[in-house]
């Protein structure tokens, strides 16, 4: 009962801040907004979308107020304070200014949705991250890398598969509706090792996962079993030569930093595809179809209601089931990856010729408003010609 009226009390206590922002509005708006603060994607990529909107040409000329409530990552939420007008205090206005009728030009909006992928990925491309470390945390961060077995200057590597943990734990209501977009730990250790050899550490994210990882190699670190920090999670993701990952909120949060990243098993393909950019390689789960035991070509996928699946249960119905990708998929597109950024990836005629079917076929299906970016793994494309329906012997 307390706290109901303390929250009246604040609500008629804003009554004159909003009326007065109201009356402004003709000279100067001043607008209220609440972070999307449940979850860490949200919370970092909603944020540095609307960030990189408010720096477009005439994006700006508002004074914009948030406030935010239990934080997914304080250290991210103590990151954005530096670059908004941030209080607990602006709670009541925002609310107030909800409940009255006409307040909408007062509002912050925070989206991320299919409308904005492709817009999100071009301003990210156009405008630098906003997010930065201060120099305490530099150096807390690089010790905190040394102490984790990474040597000194080593360049090193983040990746992390999505599976049931976290949910389970943290939202049991949930639990399951997304866990078609779940993948094996272990499919990653070969790509792990692997660039190993080539002069990087590995470091396996997640904040709550389902089982150690023991790779048997002293530079790939389980951090997520062993070593997590909600600074770290940020740290690491912001720092990393590049990241390896499932569609997660801890990849969005690389994605914030405008980290390379190769997004492997790739499930929510009208979001996913429009996302990665021109430093990006992606690879999918591919669609089985149960009856006809076949796999699904991407032109039938364009055309069918497994584009756009959002939650486990569709599977069934849709008679469907996705394959994760293998350990030797990943391997194969993480090399293609760290090869691309040093400089030294070689495509041949029939790679460039297979990204230009797969791509048009997209585009003809009006899946794309801009012209694509990114790349599916050339390898991938390779070993599953069904995708675009050509015989193997044809490229």
């Given at each position: 009962?307390?706290?109901?009226?303390?929250?009246?009390?604040?609500?008629?206590?804003?009554?004159?801040?909003?009326?007065?922002?109201?009356?402004?509005?003709?000279?100067?708006?001043?607008?209220?907004?609440?972070?999307?603060?449940?979850?860490?994607?949200?919370?970092?990529?909603?944020?540095?979308?609307?960030?990189?909107?408010?720096?477009?040409?005439?994006?700006?000329?508002?004074?914009?107020?948030?406030?935010?409530?239990?934080?997914?990552?304080?250290?991210?939420?103590?990151?954005?304070?530096?670059?908004?007008?941030?209080?607990?205090?602006?709670?009541?206005?925002?609310?107030?200014?909800?409940?009255?009728?006409?307040?909408?030009?007062?509002?912050?909006?925070?989206?991320?949705?299919?409308?904005?992928?492709?817009?999100?990925?071009?301003?990210?491309?156009?405008?630098?991250?906003?997010l930065f470390f201060t120099p305490e945390e530099e150096?807390?961060?690089?010790?905190?890398?040394?102490?984790?077995?990474?040597?000194?200057?080593?360049?090193?590597?983040?990746?992390?598969?999505?599976?049931?943990?976290?949910?389970?734990?943290?939202?049991?209501?949930?639990?399951?509706?997304?866990?078609?977009?779940?993948?094996?730990?272990?499919?990653?250790?070969?790509?792990?090792?692997?660039?190993?050899?080539?002069?990087?550490?590995?470091?396996?994210?997640?904040?709550?996962?389902?089982?150690?990882?023991?790779?048997?190699?002293?530079?790939?670190?389980?951090?997520?079993?062993?070593?997590?920090?909600?600074?770290?999670?940020?740290?690491?993701?912001?720092?990393?030569?590049?990241?390896?990952?499932?569609?997660?909120?801890?990849?969005?949060?690389?994605?914030?930093?405008?980290?390379?990243?190769?997004?492997?098993?790739?499930?929510?393909?009208?979001?996913?595809?429009?996302?990665?950019?021109?430093?990006?390689?992606?690879?999918?789960?591919?669609?089985?179809?149960?009856?006809?035991?076949?796999?699904?070509?991407?032109?039938?996928?364009?055309?069918?209601?497994?584009?756009?699946?959002?939650?486990?249960?569709?599977?069934?119905?849709?008679?469907?089931?996705?394959?994760?990708?293998?350990?030797?998929?990943?391997?194969?597109?993480?090399?293609?990856?760290?090869?691309?950024?040093?400089?030294?990836?070689?495509?041949?005629?029939?790679?460039?010729?297979?990204?230009?079917?797969?791509?048009?076929?997209?585009?003809?299906?009006?899946?794309?408003?801009?012209?694509p970016v990114s790349r599916i793994a050339a390898g991938?494309?390779?070993?599953?010609?069904?995708?675009?329906?050509?015989?193997?012997?044809?490229?």
């Amino acid at each position: 009962m307390l706290r109901k009226a303390a929250k009246g009390l604040a609500l008629i206590l804003a009554v004159p801040f909003v009326l007065l922002a109201r009356l402004l509005r003709p000279i100067f708006t001043i607008r209220f907004g609440r972070l999307r603060e449940d979850r860490i994607g949200h919370l970092a990529m909603n944020t540095e979308y609307y960030l990189c909107r408010h720096d477009e040409p005439g994006g700006g000329g508002t004074l914009d107020l948030f406030f935010y409530g239990a934080a997914a990552n304080m250290q991210l939420m103590l990151m954005w304070s530096r670059v908004l007008t941030m209080s607990r205090l602006v709670w009541p206005a925002w609310k107030l200014n909800t409940l009255l009728p006409g307040g909408k030009a007062n509002e912050v909006d925070l989206p991320l949705t299919n409308a904005d992928y492709e817009r999100a990925r071009d301003l990210f491309t156009r405008h630098a991250a906003h997010l930065f470390f201060t120099p305490e945390e530099e150096d807390r961060g690089r010790r905190a890398l040394r102490m984790m077995g990474v040597p000194q200057g080593m360049p090193f590597v983040c990746f992390h598969a999505r599976d049931a943990a976290f949910l389970e734990r943290t939202s049991p209501s949930k639990y399951g509706y997304h866990d078609y977009r779940d993948s094996s730990i272990k499919n990653f250790l070969p790509a792990a090792r692997a660039l190993t050899s080539r002069g990087y550490a590995l470091i396996r994210m997640g904040a709550v996962v389902a089982e150690p990882l023991d790779s048997g190699d002293t530079l790939v670190i389980d951090y997520a079993s062993r070593h997590r920090t909600e600074f770290l999670d940020i740290f690491l993701a912001g720092k990393c030569a590049f990241f390896i990952a499932a569609n997660s909120g801890i990849a969005d949060v690389a994605e914030t930093f405008r980290r390379p990243q190769l997004r492997t098993n790739v499930t929510q393909f009208f979001a996913e595809l429009l996302l990665t950019g021109p430093k990006d390689v992606f690879i999918t789960k591919r669609v089985w179809l149960e009856k006809e035991e076949r796999f699904m070509s991407l032109r039938e996928l364009v055309s069918s209601p497994a584009w756009e699946i959002r939650c486990s249960g569709q599977l069934e119905a849709l008679g469907i089931k996705l394959i994760e990708n293998t350990a030797e998929e990943i391997l194969e597109a993480a090399t293609e990856l760290e090869e691309r950024l040093r400089g030294v990836w070689r495509e041949t005629p029939e790679d460039l010729e297979r990204q230009r079917i797969f791509w048009k076929i997209l585009q003809d299906a009006g899946k794309l408003n801009q012209p694509p970016v990114s790349r599916i793994a050339a390898g991938f494309l390779r070993r599953h010609p069904e995708i675009l329906e050509l015989p193997a012997s044809r490229l």
